[in-house]
């Protein structure tokens, strides 16, 4: 089992539509827990951390379910700009250094 | 924009030749690492750096060694290129003294071994 596993995608919407990310980590100790945008051949870039309450940064919701070990990224009414990879991150605390467990990402591609 | 930049952009170079690629960062964090992305396979940690001359060996490590003589550098080294090491290299940062922070990432080498 990976230890951090996304749905692949290609996940296709169009404009305005909500869409739904989810992603499940092995370890439960894991503490943080973040989510990156990465658009084609770019670096990955931090859309949000997630922590235990969630939480929401204009249009996008982050939620942690430490018992089911799943976290969730929601994008609302969604934009053309929004077309990227979604990449789902977990620092699972068992290693030194700061290591962090990257999913392998979610396609998202938002038409018009 | 984190202060991270990656040089060189793009390389090509021919197996069995040395290539070193290197990170700079102008943020003072304490902790660089390097990773490679594939396809199928994502980002994978190859080293990272918790402190000048503290270093250590990531998951996909072998072929690859790295050094960090001062805070803003961090040097990733492949000893003999292999049409394997063909990838795109991202070196991060993560901020200082603190582990499990988020990372932030250079924009990316593209190394073509041929």
């Known amino acids: 089992r990976k230890e951090v596993e996304q749905d692949p995608g290609p996940f296709n919407v169009p404009e305005g539509a909500t869409v739904a990310f989810n992603c499940t980590y092995s370890?439960?100790?894991?503490?943080?827990f973040f989510w990156y945008r990465q658009d084609c051949r770019k670096e990955p870039k931090l859309l949000m951390s997630?922590?235990?309450s969630g939480n929401e940064d204009g249009r996008f919701t982050a939620q942690l379910n430490r018992a089911s070990q799943y976290i969730s990224l929601l994008i609302r009414d969604s934009k053309l700009s929004d077309s990227a990879t979604y990449l789902c991150?977990?620092?699972?605390?068992?290693?030194?250094?700061?290591?962090?467990?990257f999913g392998q990402g979610t396609e998202l591609s938002v038409k018009p | 924009d984190a202060g991270i930049t990656q040089s060189p952009r793009h390389k090509v170079t021919e197996t069995g030749t040395p290539v070193t690629l290197r990170c700079h960062q102008t943020?003072?964090?304490?902790?660089m690492y390097w990773y490679r992305q594939d396809p199928g396979h994502g980002l994978r940690l190859i080293h990272y750096?918790?402190?000048?001359?503290?270093?250590d060996k990531g998951e996909v490590s072998d072929g690859y060694s790295v050094s960090r003589s001062k805070t803003e550098d961090f040097l990733l080294t492949l000893e003999s290129a292999t049409s394997s090491q063909t990838s795109v290299y991202f070196c991060?940062?993560?901020?200082?003294?603190?582990?499990?922070?988020?990372?932030?990432f250079g924009p990316g080498t593209r190394l073509t071994v041929t």
């Open positions: 991060a940062i993560s901020d200082p003294g603190v582990a499990g922070r988020e990372q932030y």
């Open positions: 370890n439960s100790a894991s503490q943080s």
């Open positions: 997630v922590y235990s």
């Open positions: 991150v977990v620092n699972p605390l068992y290693n030194q250094g700061g290591k962090l467990i």
């Open positions: 943020e003072n964090h304490r902790y």
């Open positions: 750096s918790y402190g000048v001359k503290d270093t």
